[in-house]
Nanobody
Framework: QVQLVESGGGLVQPGGSLRLGCAAS????????MGWYRQAPGKERELVTV???????NYADSVKGRFTLSRENAKNTVYLQMSSLKSEDTAVYCC??????????????WGQGTQVTVSS
C-alpha cells in the first residue's frame, strides 16, 4: 500500500514563507512524478508544480519565482518551498504522485490535503 503524508501547512502572514513536505511510502518501484495541486473554495483545482523522474520541474504561472519544488529521492519525498506568499495562495494543498509499481504499472495517489492560509 502506498501512502502520501503531507506536512507543513498552516497560517502565515502575507510575504511570509512556508515549506510543505510530501513523503510517499509503501511499495514503490519508482516515482514518475510528484507534485502539488491546490484548490480554493469556489475555484478549480490548480496544478501548482510537479517534478518528473528526471528532475525537471514545472510551475503554474501564478507561483513562478515564488515557489520551489525539490525532491529528496532517498526518502521519496518532495518539498515545496513557498515564499512571498499572497492571500490568493490560500488553499488546500494536496500532494500528488504518479508512481510506478514493480510490474511497471503507473498509479495515481493523492494526499489528504493540508490547509495553507495566508492572512494578517
Amino acid at each position: 500500500q502506498v501512502q502520501l503524508v503531507e506536512s507543513g501547512g498552516g497560517l502565515v502572514q502575507p510575504g511570509g514563507s512556508l515549506r510543505l513536505g510530501c513523503a510517499a511510502s509503501g511499495s514503490i518501484f519508482s516515482i514518475n512524478t510528484m507534485g502539488w495541486y491546490r484548490q480554493a473554495p469556489g475555484k478549480e483545482r490548480e496544478l501548482v508544480t510537479v517534478i518528473t523522474s528526471g528532475g525537471n520541474t514545472n510551475y503554474a504561472d501564478s507561483v513562478k519565482g515564488r515557489f520551489t519544488l525539490s525532491r529528496e529521492n532517498a526518502k521519496n519525498t518532495v518539498y515545496l518551498q513557498m515564499s512571498s506568499l499572497k492571500s490568493e495562495d490560500t488553499a488546500v494543498y494536496c500532494c500528488y504522485a504518479l508512481l510506478r509499481s514493480s510490474s511497471g504499472r503507473l498509479y495515481d495517489y493523492w494526499g489528504q490535503g493540508t490547509q495553507v492560509t495566508v492572512s494578517s
